[in-house]
């Protein structure tokens, strides 16, 4: 509990945190109400009429198969998003935190790829797995007796490349959080493990993983909200959410259906079906981060 | 001895290994930036840089406006980053040294916009800038990011580390609470605020969604969606050579930003981590 530090002063903390309010409410807040309400709306096709609809566009989206193999699509992506990009950078993150030489400088040629964007990132990708001329399909086609990698026309490949670049861009992130987390492992519990005859990589699950728990689940939320909906860019630029709908995640297809195709009640509920699965990730996120974090200082 | 250094030599050796892989896409993609358009399309693909770059690069720059979108980035991200960060240190100055009504409500709302990103309100956030006549303007490119719970967190954290003898001397002294804030504390903050400029810095030079939904001119266009008009209307045959001059660009300023804070910000993050 935070004291009062300069008793008699009733209206300065008001004033203090009205702008981050007003900004919330305004910006956040209430356009969230509003989507909520909007979610239970039809307009006409002109837009000059709205009907209420009750949980019509709910209904709809739910015995959509297309909804359905978006749902499975992002939940695919995300996936591989969060296990592969989180284990290769806890792997990273433990070499790099060794005792050696020029550890400042490794620390910098890994981490860069944070400052990308993923638009940036989806650019580069696509230039790498460009049909004819990238160099990927062209080591590819050398190593696999001409094997033709064309993403533009197989979806799961689309998918599959569309992930890897996503991954790529997040590696530098997650290395930060997770060495930032392995340097407060205190040294003297390890230290005891392998005066005890622990091997390092037992000393590794037994001690500085459980001790990363906080770390770990702050990064597996980052993660899922990077994965659903940061990564927008990245999909615009590489594949604008084909071929066919292969990889048509989440929130693109909300961007088609409200920005593209105009149909606002549609989107706002698939606003608010997003809002629940983060809200459910939210509240474990913030559950484990409080119980673990205890015993883990 | 002999097998420590070995694990040593390995660990180096795995390293540099590492940092080169994950360096080659943007390696390949500064080669590309240095070529003529036929170089790019040679085959096999050509590895060694070219002479081109800054033909390239001007031709980026006059086909897609760059030069414009640049300085829109470049304002959106200080101006944004600046604000969050004036803004979140006033919000944890009240949160850690006032008591006052509605604080145990005021505060765990601020934490529940995490759960609001643009996607849950996209249409209505729209809608209103539009009802604003802020469409193609600076104010819908920043004003819904100028909340920052990130922030807020932060300083928040760091605040509650200060010890209560400081602010009570000033209190004795006769300081003002906001001359305190002001000479006190925002100046024994500065790792954090470093930190927090080069996340907030970057978060909103890789805005691209709501760039791309509320600007629709050549002028209020951002970098990110330079990046969109460079590749669109090529889908045969794109000139790799002029987009990646474009995205070797647009990769810059956020990249000098990580590089040159480097220290704080690994400090800050080691900070907030810790607790």
């Known amino acids: 509990m935070q004291e009062d530090r300069f008793p008699g002063h009733r ?6 945190i009205l702008p981050s309010v007003a900004i919330i409410v305004i910006f956040l807040v209430v356009p969230f109400v509003q989507s909520v309400h909007q979610s239970f709306f039809t307009s006409t096709a002109f837009g000059t009429r709205t009907i209420f609809v009750g949980l019509r566009n709910y209904m709809r989206l739910f015995s959509s198969p297309d909804y359905h193999r978006s749902i499975v699509t992002t939940l695919v992506f995300s996936a591989f998003v969060i296990l592969i990009g989180l284990s290769m950078s806890l792997a990273i993150a433990h070499l790099l935190n060794q005792r050696i030489r020029g550890r400042g400088f490794y620390q910098i040629a890994l981490i860069w790829t944070y400052a990308l964007s993923p638009a940036v990132a989806g650019t580069i990708w696509a230039l790498m797995f460009a049909p004819a001329t990238g160099i990927v399909p062209y080591i590819v086609a050398k190593l696999f007796g001409g094997y033709v990698l064309n993403w533009m026309t197989n979806g799961k490949l689309a998918l599959l490349i569309v992930a890897a670049a996503a991954t790529w861009k997040m590696l530098g992130y997650n290395i930060v959080f997770f060495l930032a987390g392995l340097q407060n492992v205190p040294g003297e519990l390890l230290e005891a493990a392998r005066v005890d005859g622990a091997s390092g990589w037992l000393a590794f699950w037994r ?3 459980p001790m990363l728990s906080p770390t770990t689940t702050f990064l597996l939320f980052v993660n899922m909200l990077y994965s659903f909906f940061q990564v927008f860019g990245l999909i615009d630029i590489m594949t604008r959410g084909g071929p066919g709908d292969a990889t048509n995640i989440l929130v693109y297809k909300l961007y088609r259906d409200g920005f593209l195709y105009l149909n606002s009640g549609s989107a706002s509920a698939q606003s608010f079906i997003i809002f629940i699965v983060i809200s459910i990730a939210a509240v474990i996120q913030l559950r484990v981060a409080t119980r673990k974090a205890v015993y883990a200082r | 001895m002999v097998t420590r250094n070995r694990t040593r030599i390995l660990i180096h050796f795995a390293l540099i290994a590492l940092a080169l892989v994950i360096a080659f896409p943007v390696i390949y993609a500064l080669i590309t930036s240095t070529l003529t ?13 070219g002479n081109q770059l800054w033909n390239n690069i001007v031709n980026a720059w006059q086909r897609v406006n760059f030069g414009r979108l640049f300085i829109n980035s470049t304002i959106i991200s200080v101006v944004v980053a600046f604000v969050k960060i004036v803004l979140a240190l006033l919000a944890a100055f009240a949160y850690t040294h006032f008591r006052f009504r509605g604080r145990s409500i005021l505060f765990p709302m601020t934490m529940v916009t995490q759960m609001l990103p643009l996607p849950v309100r996209i249409l209505p956030t729209y809608q209103l800038m539009a009802s604003f006549h802020w469409i193609n303007s600076y104010y819908a490119l920043m004003f819904p990011y100028f909340a920052s719970t990130t922030g807020i967190l932060l300083f928040r954290q760091f605040f509650m580390t200060v010890p209560r003898d400081l602010s009570d001397a000033a209190r004795v002294d006769g300081t ?3 001359r305190y804030f002001l000479q006190i504390l925002v100046p024994i903050s500065k790792t954090n605020i470093a930190a927090l400029f080069v996340i907030e810095f970057i978060f909103m030079w890789s805005q691209y969604l709501w760039p791309l939904i509320v600007t629709n001119t050549a002028n209020m266009r951002v970098v990110q969606i330079g990046l969109k008009m460079l590749l669109a209307g090529e ?3 794109p000139q790799w050579n002029v987009i990646m001059a474009g995205t ?5 300023p956020p990249l000098v930003i990580l590089i040159l804070f480097r220290k704080s910000f690994a400090e800050g993050i080691a900070m907030h981590s810790g607790k």
């Open chain 2, 176 to 178: 003002s609470p906001m």
């Open chain 1, 207 to 209: 001690i500085t993983f």
């Open chain 2, 37 to 49: 358009f036929q170089q790019a399309y040679s085959y096999p693909p050509r590895l060694i840089p």
């Open chain 1, 11 to 16: 209206y300065l903390p008001y004033i203090l």
């Open chain 2, 248 to 252: 070797v660009i647009a990769m810059l």
């Open chain 2, 235 to 237: 889908q045969n045959a």
